[in-house]
């Protein structure tokens, strides 16, 4: 089992930027991939994007793409998550999530999940 610690949550104004974080510990086989979910008020998890270790394969939800940025440090086993342009349809708790398998943005094949991190985005 691998513990997920997300920081770096907070409250921006719309087009500014936030960079998320996630540590990972425990078995390292078991944090292969590495990948943001995020969950808004009222509405279901959706997957943001995800890598794979050595950063390759990654994957974007479409909203994400081109304004959100995965990378990891394979050395530390942190995951990052660089948002710019935020919107105010962003804001969400942004959930880290873990699993041996490249499984993208298939929540369902995460082993494990950290508590989340608070995104506020004001317009």
């Known amino acids: 089992q691998v513990s997920l610690v997300e920081s770096g949550g907070g409250s921006v104004q719309a087009g500014g930027s936030l960079r998320l974080s996630c540590a990972a510990s425990?078995?390292?086989?078991?944090?292969?991939?590495l990948g943001w979910f995020r969950q808004a008020p009222g509405k279901e998890r959706e997957g943001v994007a995800a890598?794979?270790?050595?950063?390759?394969?990654?994957w974007y939800a479409d909203f994400a793409r081109g304004r959100f940025n995965i990378s990891r440090d394979d050395a530390t086993r942190t995951v990052f998550l660089e948002m710019n342009d935020l919107k105010s349809e962003d804001t969400a708790i942004y959930y880290c999530?873990?699993?041996?398998?490249?499984?993208?943005?298939?929540?369902?094949?995460?082993?494990?999940w950290g508590q989340g991190t608070q995104v506020t985005v004001s317009s």
């Open positions: 425990g078995p390292k086989y078991f944090s292969n991939c």
């Open positions: 999530a873990a699993g041996p398998r490249w499984v993208g943005p298939n929540a369902a094949e995460y082993n494990d």
């Open positions: 890598a794979y270790v050595g950063g390759a394969p990654k």
